[in-house]
């Protein structure tokens, strides 16, 4: 079936359009560029019947498409469930070591549209924008299909700051849905993830914005900003520096908790890295330099499996509980709690106990990492 959409209304934040130009170019010349994409479940495919008929496999073909005499190549960075403030802390290992020409970046369904994720997703575009290779950035927001909703207020304030482009879908697929032109249930299973015709719908608000950049193509655009240079953040920017600490790059103490050593063959095998335990009483702590803690583990579907606790700086008064049993039922959850916010700047305990564990345990506790922001 064929949808009508206005997607000249997709253009939410026109922005600066020079480093997208300058990839334009260079495609054009016949250099070789890399196209990256970065988010969650839908960047990922989720729902696509393959992986060529997701939206972001469908960007990737309109640069091949339209650039024929350049070697595009396509990096999906997408992994379900998961939110800028993973986000910032992967995008350099996952993405930005590539060094993309031209990088989709989409947060907005699994962002809340609160300030906390305004910062995370701040750090998460000043990390990306901010690399030596000069990235173009295009910024998309998705919608629930169900109640329109979605991060957009708060990712919009970072797009305007940086002067980068943003699409949404909340402005052109939304008002279709709302209004009954176009039934949710023919472009969406679960009014959230796509089906073919929903990735078909929100490519086509993204390739007819980037026809309408590559109409101009030839008049010149300043750069937004001083080369190497960032405006002023419009947050507290504690998240920008994020490092995620896994059995590879760190050395913590060691009370019963086991490195994994299974290797990781790709990003969507996300349960590596990390540390298991299975005992009452079984510890890991590490030192770690920085401003704010997250902990990073397995939501596992199948129960019971064991409880743990964090404790920073020996404050027992405000240890938080991880709860390593899942209450839904879609898949084991790479799930985030965030244990501290702006602490004073230094070296920081980080321990993690296991205090709870049953007889008829399934599996594990599994620790995936614990991320320091700054």
Same mark, same amino acid.
């Given at each position: 079936m064929e949808y009508h959409i206005q997607t000249e209304k997709g253009m939410i934040n026109r922005g600066n359009w020079n480093r997208i130009k300058k990839c334009m170019r260079r495609a054009r010349e016949g250099k070789a560029i890399t196209t990256g994409f970065l988010g969650g479940s839908i960047t990922q495919g989720s729902l696509s019947s393959k992986p060529e008929t997701c939206y972001a496999y469908l960007v990737y073909k309109w640069w091949k498409e339209k650039f024929p005499?350049?070697?595009?190549?396509?990096?999906?960075?997408?992994?379900?469930?998961?939110?800028s403030q993973f986000g910032v802390a992967r995008v350099e290992d996952h993405l930005l070591r590539y060094r993309p020409d031209f990088a989709l970046?989409?947060?907005?369904?699994?962002?809340?549209?609160?300030?906390?994720?305004?910062?995370?997703?701040e750090g998460l575009i000043r990390k990306s924008y901010g690399d030596g290779c000069e990235p173009a950035i295009?910024?998309?927001?998705?919608?629930k299909y169900d109640d329109g909703l979605n991060a957009e207020e708060m990712h919009l304030r970072v797009a305007k700051n940086y002067q980068l482009p943003m699409v949404s879908m909340r402005s052109t697929i939304w008002p279709?849905?709302?209004?009954?032109?176009?039934?949710?249930?023919e472009i969406t299973p679960d009014n959230l993830h796509p089906n073919d015709a929903g990735h078909a719908l929100v490519a086509k608000v993204i390739t007819d914005f980037l026809e309408r950049i590559y109409e101009e193509l030839d008049r010149e655009e300043d750069e937004a900003f001083g080369?190497?240079?960032?405006p002023v953040p419009i947050t507290a920017n504690a998240y920008e520096?994020?490092?995620?600490?896994?059995?590879?790059?760190s050395q913590p103490k060691l009370q019963g908790f086991e490195p994994d050593p299974e290797p990781q063959e790709n990003i969507l095998e996300i349960f590596r890295n990390g540390w298991t335990a299975s005992c009452e009483g079984d510890k890991i702590s590490f030192t770690i330099s920085c401003t704010g803690i997250a902990v990073q583990y397995r939501k596992a579907v199948k129960h019971p499996v064991p409880i743990a606790r964090v404790i920073v700086d020996d404050r027992e008064e405000?240890?938080?509980?991880?709860?390593?049993?899942?209450? =839904?039922?879609?898949?084991?959850?790479?799930? *985030?709690?965030?244990?501290?916010? $702006?602490? =004073?700047p230094g070296e920081h305990k980080v321990? *993690?106990?296991?205090?709870?564990? $049953?007889?008829?345990?399934?599996?594990?506790?599994y620790l995936v990492s614990v991320i320091g922001s700054n």
């Open positions: 005499q350049s070697e595009v190549t396509f990096i999906n960075a997408g992994i379900g469930g998961t939110t970046i989409e947060f907005a369904v699994n962002d809340e549209n609160t300030e906390f994720f305004e910062e995370t997703y295009l910024l998309m927001n998705n919608v279709e849905i709302e209004s009954n032109r176009i039934e949710r249930s080369h190497g240079q960032l520096n994020s490092v995620r600490y896994q059995n590879g790059n405000d240890a938080v509980i991880l709860d390593g049993n899942f209450e =839904e039922d879609w898949g084991d959850c790479l799930h *985030i709690d965030t244990i501290t916010r $702006h602490m =004073e321990e *993690i106990c296991i205090t709870q564990t $049953h007889e008829n345990d399934v599996a594990p506790f």
